[in-house]
């Protein structure tokens, strides 16, 4: 009487077990004020990150790529969205240094301008890794000629670049710190 219950159950946990689970939800992210400059790529960040975690929810069921290339993109996503929160604080906290002082402000500005630029860049790059993970879920992509993978190599290729981009950002946070 228990035995049947209990082999139903055992085979529901193997079930289960066998379910690879989604990639973990990005981080929440405070966006800076309106007025600042990283205001904008922070949204297309926020933006981005929710695509992303939405698109490998999709690849993670779909099994058509490993597992192991979706937890590689997923840490590289968020070790980059990590790095570049880390730049729009910097900005952030640099305009509130030029508005304070007016014998910093023309350095601060050229600065703020620089680190705005590197923020941008490194958004439109994260932007290209999810067009890159959006190219994978095309339906019909593994039925043309090396289709999908054309479209992992894509992948592959856009979550290095970004992994480029992360730990070049945080090598320069490294080296602020030291100087501080």
Known sequence: MFAVPAVMALNRYRELDAVVPPPGRPARRSLPSPSSVARAPMERLVHSERALHGILGVLTRSATISDDDIEDTHGTAR???????????????MESAASGSRAAAPSLHRAIASAAAQLDDGVDQFEELVAAAAEVTVPGASGAVGGLACERAELVSATEKLAGLAAALGEIDDIVRRYR
């Open 79 to 93: 070790s980059a969205a990590a790095a570049l929160h880390a730049v729009a604080v910097d900005i952030v906290a």
